[in-house]
């Protein structure tokens, strides 16, 4: 299985394609944007896609920076880091980070925020191969590819990039299972996965589908209504695990 990783640097063919190139020697498939605007934007929407993050410490912040081709600014990296903030608190994904860089950017201003996100610095055009190296083995350990290592027979129904937001959630509800990390919220998304799966399969009626799925939506549309109680640890794991069935049905049905 190789390793995702999402790069965002303003120096497309000295950097980003050079990189690209030589990372596939090392089973790392890296995806780039030229300013944190994009790059962030791509991460929201897709981050169950990577396992990792590369950031350029002085780079183009917006898409218009990048049209205008303005020169990259000395506090780009900063605003990087915000945009990080807030997908992580948005998200609750947490992605191994570097920063390669040939910029010798403010160490004292930006290392408390650095250090708080254990990211590494590498050194542009003289690291790439400690950087390849630094990947791989963060990445390895990080929940969103063990758990696809763990359950890529079911996870290999949203091999379709259409399904990456469906995707997405299925990820947040395993991590939950995965790390005792049970609430509501966890029931919100299994539904959420269920509902986007009947939508997007209208053909599949009640009579023709899985037979755990009215379980799934009964069970859970009680526990989500505002008055109910809240459900038991043992509850949201059971129909967690349940539509982990329902998904392995779906691919066999896809597939027919």
């Given at each position: 299985m190789?390793?995702k990783v999402?790069l965002?640097d303003?120096?497309?063919e000295?950097i980003c394609k050079?990189?690209?190139?030589?990372a596939k020697?090392?089973s790392?498939e890296?995806?780039?944007f030229?300013?944190?605007?994009?790059?962030?934007?791509?991460?929201?929407?897709s981050?169950s896609?990577?396992?990792a993050?590369?950031?350029?410490?002085?780079?183009?912040?917006?898409q218009?920076?990048?049209d205008?081709?303005h020169?990259?600014t000395?506090?780009?990296?900063?605003e990087?880091?915000?945009l990080l903030?807030?997908?992580?608190h948005k998200?609750?994904?947490?992605?191994?980070?570097?920063?390669?860089?040939?910029?010798?950017f403010?160490?004292?201003?930006l290392?408390?925020q650095l250090n708080?996100i254990k990211?590494?610095?590498f050194r542009k055009?003289t690291?790439h191969?400690e950087?390849?190296?630094?990947?791989?083995e963060?990445?390895?350990?990080?929940?969103?590819?063990r758990?696809e290592?763990k359950?890529?027979d079911?996870?290999a129904?949203?091999e379709?990039?259409?399904y990456t937001?469906?995707?997405?959630?299925?990820l947040?509800y395993l991590?939950?299972?995965?790390?005792?990390?049970?609430t509501?919220?966890?029931?919100?998304?299994?539904?959420?996965v269920?509902?986007?799966?009947?939508?997007d399969f209208?053909t599949?009626?009640?009579d023709?589908?899985?037979?755990?799925?009215k379980?799934i939506w009964s069970?859970?549309?009680?526990?989500?209504?505002?008055n109910a109680p809240?459900?038991s640890p043992?509850l949201?794991?059971?129909?967690g695990?349940a539509l982990?069935?329902?998904?392995?049905?779906f691919?066999?049905?896809?597939?027919?």
């Amino acid at each position: 299985m190789n390793i995702k990783v999402l790069l965002i640097d303003d120096e497309e063919e000295t950097i980003c394609k050079k990189l690209q190139r030589n990372a596939k020697d090392e089973s790392i498939e890296i995806t780039y944007f030229c300013n944190y605007e994009a790059g962030f934007a791509e991460l929201n929407r897709s981050f169950s896609q990577y396992h990792a993050l590369v950031l350029d410490a002085k780079c183009w912040k917006t898409q218009a920076e990048q049209d205008n081709d303005h020169n990259p600014t000395d506090d780009a990296l900063s605003e990087g880091l915000r945009l990080l903030a807030e997908f992580e608190h948005k998200t609750q994904c947490f992605l191994p980070v570097a920063v390669y860089t040939g910029f010798d950017f403010p160490q004292n201003y930006l290392s408390p925020q650095l250090n708080a996100i254990k990211a590494r610095i590498f050194r542009k055009g003289t690291d790439h191969a400690e950087l390849f190296t630094y990947l791989k083995e963060t990445a390895a350990h990080s929940d969103t590819y063990r758990i696809e290592r763990k359950y890529a027979d079911v996870l290999a129904v949203f091999e379709n990039a259409k399904y990456t937001s469906i995707k997405n959630d299925a990820l947040a509800y395993l991590k939950d299972l995965e790390n005792d990390g049970l609430t509501r919220d966890t029931l919100v998304n299994i539904r959420k996965v269920y509902d986007s799966l009947r939508n997007d399969f209208p053909t599949l009626q009640p009579d023709n589908i899985h037979p755990l799925t009215k379980a799934i939506w009964s069970v859970g549309s009680f526990y989500l209504h505002k008055n109910a109680p809240l459900p038991s640890p043992y509850l949201i794991k059971s129909l967690g695990y349940a539509l982990l069935d329902v998904l392995l049905w779906f691919k066999a049905t896809l597939k027919n």
